[in-house]
């Protein structure tokens, strides 16, 4: 089989994965084209999933999603300050047909060079490649779900848009997406206008001092970010149109300054984390990450890894890349503005938000107030705010080195086609921080659960 990967070839992992198919697909039909996006898919042994492929993308923009792959939730993990490979338990192809794709163009192990504007651009490539991927694998007529995270919350609504359109279920038959921490759209509602209420509530843990302190609530009360979420994250919201967004009053920045005297290492993607830095494998992909001038080459820039993964000896593995994929700046407004992520609820009625409260690059309350300004299925944002207690299941851990939480992790609600979840001790990369909240929402997603309170063991 084309693609195939040596289950028990896959370097410095120590055991035999299974099937998996693993290289490079051209993002059209056109027989010179040298655009060719990198994936990595593992067929599910799961009875269930005999009718369904489920997608992975990481954010960025431009960010591989081998990363979500070796340390959120695949098969493989090696996550920072970790000796080495191990397996894992909660591995999202246990429940289906899974894989990981490094897009747009110049992502990861993905070639060529960038050429898209916008996510219309972006999405028209993504369909070439996946027309491709489904004819050399006969996957046709597949129910598809698409999952992700942070920059992600742009790439699945607008792809799975772009798949609603085409009505075509051969190719395109998409039935649900989950994203986890996403940006969606307006970064004054996700990254300011909710910092002082989230930097208030984590003090205690943050550790910043009576001054800073005092200064941030008089920020809060002169920008106007006290009356304006006073008035607006409320459940249900106030009609729009709302009024204009306060202007930016630089919270952020000066909370990074404060922060980063009092904890060095923190990390705006787990605010928990403290110094010293552990050492990342993948190579340095964010500012709290650590690789000593006398580590290895980054794990998939290893000659190895590229023969095992069926890429060329040449390829640079590109954690990030610099471009994030576009000629410029991504020019989409984001799919909360724009009435993308509308279409996709009322298309769907299967969609699930999740967030993690360790997050501070994108904070719950950001994620709501966005969108408690949109209107699905007949009306605008949640009419309650989500506070159902999440519940995983307690099971027992099959492995020491890759364990996950049970009990009452978090909170949720459903309204009108749209789960929203938020579990309390994950950060920015939800499943790699709470393995079994994020196996779970792959479960809702699939159908497999009815929701977060159901008490029905794991699939494990």
């Not at 994250?233 to 630089?250: E, H, K, M, N």
């Not at 699939?446 to 977060?452: P, Q, T």
Request: charged fraction near 15%; aromatic fraction near 14%.
């Amino acid at each position: 089989m084309p693609f195939a990967v040596n289950g028990t070839g896959v370097p410095l992992v120590d055991w035999d994965i299974g099937e998996s198919y693993a290289g490079l697909l051209p993002i059209s039909q056109n027989a010179s084209e040298t655009r060719k996006l990198f994936f990595w898919f593992f067929p599910s042994e799961n009875p269930a999933a005999t009718d369904e492929i489920a997608v992975w993308f990481t954010g960025g923009p431009g960010c591989s999603s081998m990363l979500g792959l070796l340390q959120e939730n695949g098969p493989i993990l090696w996550e920072s300050g970790t000796y080495g490979p191990t397996k894992n338990p909660y591995a999202w192809n246990k429940l289906t047909n899974f894989v990981w794709i490094d897009q747009p163009v110049k992502t990861g192990y993905s070639t060529g060079e960038p050429d898209i504007l916008n996510e219309d651009d972006l999405v028209r490539e993504f369909k070439g490649f996946w027309r491709n991927f489904m004819n050399t694998f006969d996957l046709h007529d597949r129910k598809i779900y698409l999952t992700g995270e942070s920059y992600a919350g742009f790439y699945v609504p607008y792809i799975s848009d772009g798949f609603l359109k085409e009505n075509d279920t051969e190719y395109f038959n998409i039935k649900g997406i989950a994203i986890n921490d996403p940006f969606i759209g307006n970064a004054q509602f996700q990254q300011e206008i909710i910092l002082p209420d989230f930097i208030e509530y984590w003090n205690n843990v943050l550790g910043l001092n009576d001054t800073f302190m005092a200064s941030l609530r008089s920020q809060k009360q002169q920008c106007g970010y006290a009356d304006f979420l006073n008035k607006y994250l409320a459940f249900p919201p106030p009609p729009r149109p709302w009024d204009a967004v306060p202007s930016d009053c630089g919270v952020y920045f000066d909370f990074i300054d404060a922060v980063m005297e009092v904890n060095p290492c923190f990390n705006v993607y787990h605010i928990t984390d403290m110094c010293p830095f552990p050492y990342q494998p993948l190579g340095v992909i964010n500012g709290g990450d650590y690789v000593p001038p006398s580590a290895p080459e980054s794990y998939f820039n290893r000659a190895d890894v590229k023969k095992a993964l069926n890429v060329p000896d040449a390829a640079y593995w590109w954690a990030c890349s610099l471009s994030g994929g576009f000629l410029g700046d991504d020019r989409s407004p984001g799919p909360a503005v724009d009435d993308t992520l509308t279409r996709v609820i009322d298309g769907l009625n299967n969609t699930i938000i999740g967030s993690g409260a360790l997050d501070f690059i994108l904070p719950t309350n950001g994620t709501l107030l966005a969108l408690q300004n949109i209107t699905w299925n007949g009306a605008q944002g949640f009419q309650q705010k989500p506070s159902t207690p999440f519940f995983v299941p307690y099971h027992a851990e099959q492995n020491r080195g890759a364990m996950a939480g049970a009990g009452n992790l978090g909170i949720w609600g459903y309204e009108r086609g749209v789960t929203f979840y938020e579990i309390q001790l994950a950060g920015h990369e939800l499943p790699g921080w709470s393995a079994g909240s994020g196996y779970r929402s792959l479960e809702l997603l699939l159908g497999r659960i009815k929701d977060f309170s159901d008490t029905t063991p794991l699939a494990l």
